[in-house]
């Protein structure tokens, strides 16, 4: 019954800002670290952002820096990620991740993927 839901993916322009969010259940969220993956046709899954179970570090790559934020609200359930400035290159299809910590440590789960175009 494990689920992690993400919405938020759509159509845009270059330049244009996006915010997808991520629910999860059936499973304890706040001992879980959280990430946002994204694959593009025909190229390999890339981690695109990265926060620790308690949302006190964030981690991203070169390619998103200062464009991309994750955030999280384990009050909620939900983890977020709000992306500005895309551009045509961040075409792909995002997935949420959630990995446990301490005795949750060998869980490891995925959500179904949400398409995110950017269009020149």
């Known amino acids: 019954q494990v689920q992690l839901v993400e919405s938020g993916g759509g159509l845009v322009q270059a330049g244009g800002s996006l915010r997808l969010s991520c629910v999860a259940s059936?499973?304890?969220?706040?001992?879980?670290?959280m990430s946002w993956y994204r694959q593009a046709p025909g190229k390999e899954r890339e981690l695109v952002a990265v926060i620790t179970s308690n949302g006190g570090s964030t981690n991203y790559p070169d390619s998103v820096k200062g464009r991309f934020t994750i955030s999280r609200d384990n009050a909620k359930n939900t983890v977020y990620l709000q992306m500005n400035n895309l551009q045509p290159e961040d075409t792909a299809v995002y997935y949420c991740?959630?990995?446990?910590?301490?005795?949750?440590?060998?869980?490891?789960?995925w959500g179904q993927g949400t398409q995110v175009t950017v269009s020149s």
């Open positions: 991740n959630g990995r446990g910590t301490g005795m949750f440590r060998n869980n490891d789960y």
């Open positions: 059936g499973f304890t969220f706040s001992r879980y670290a």
